[in-house]
Antibody, heavy 119, light 111 residues
Framework: QVQMQESGPGLVKPSETLSLTCTVS????????WSWIRQPPGKGLEWIGY???????NYNPSLKSRVTISVDTSKNQFSLKLSSVTAADTAVYYC?????????????WGQGTLVTVSS | QSVLTQPPSASGTPGQRVTISCSGS????????VYWYQHLPGKAPKLLIY???QRPSGVPDRFSGSKSVTSASLAISGLRSEDEADYYC????????????FGGGTKLTVL
């Protein structure tokens, strides 16, 4: 059974770059799409973007200018970088399998990791 | 402001049937499948319904989904205390380059 675990700093300073990694276990990262989703405190879910194992990506238009998602198939990991962060980027960040199209739903998800943007 | 609109809260007593609505537009629900997730605090969101009304293996048949034009609903029958959670709808949206959109979530309380 595929499982995902998010990891990375829990505190990032304003204007810096948020970096997170999702490690996939129990299955190969190959041949699948992989997504990042976030949830600010007290708010709903927001899809950030996806990456295909081959490296092709698609990002939420609202975040596109600041987001980079990459993949390392040798480590069975994919990563998120969000630049120029502000307090509005404080959220629980989730990784999930899927998201490549309307037929490629998001499942399963990791438990999420809280990232706080503060000086 | 979420793209899909859900009521912020819903409630029911054990054994009751409750429904949670999700409203969208022609660029998302009107054109694509709806998905539902159950989210317990501190846990990974769990897929409850896919392709409008399909249940993954292991999801009880107390949970059912439906869709009509640009709206969808999640129904939970025989309500149980362990159903108390946040519920989110999701759909693909084909505006711009295509992306996933979610509802703001509905907090279900079992009284």
């Amino acid at each position: 059974q595929v499982q995902m675990q998010e990891s990375g700093p829990g505190l990032v300073k304003p204007s810096e770059t948020l970096s997170l990694t999702c490690t996939v276990s129990g299955g190969s990262i190959s041949n699948f799409y992989w997504s990042w989703i976030r949830q600010p405190p007290g708010k709903g879910l927001e899809w950030i973007g996806y990456i295909y194992y081959s490296g092709s990506t698609n990002y939420n238009p609202s975040l596109k200018s600041r987001v980079t998602i990459s993949v390392d198939t040798s480590k069975n990991q994919f990563s998120l970088k969000l630049s120029s962060v502000t307090a509005a980027d404080t959220a629980v960040y989730y990784c999930a399998r899927g998201g490549g199209s309307f037929l490629n739903w998001l499942d399963p998800w990791g438990q999420g990791t809280l990232v706080t943007v503060s000086s | 402001q979420s793209v899909l609109t859900q009521p912020p809260s819903a409630s029911g007593t054990p054994g009751q049937r409750v429904t949670i609505s999700c409203s969208g537009s022609s660029s998302n629900i009107g054109s694509y499948y709806v998905y539902w997730y159950q989210h317990l605090p501190g846990k990974a969101p769990k897929l409850l319904i896919y392709r409008n009304n399909q249940r993954p293996s292991g999801v009880p048949d107390r949970f059912s989904g439906s869709k009509s034009v640009t709206s969808a609903s999640l129904a939970i029958s025989g309500l149980r205390s362990e159903d108390e959670a946040d519920y989110y709808c999701a759909a693909w949206d084909d505006s711009l380059s295509g992306h996933w959109v979610f509802g703001g979530g509905t907090k279900l309380t079992v009284l």
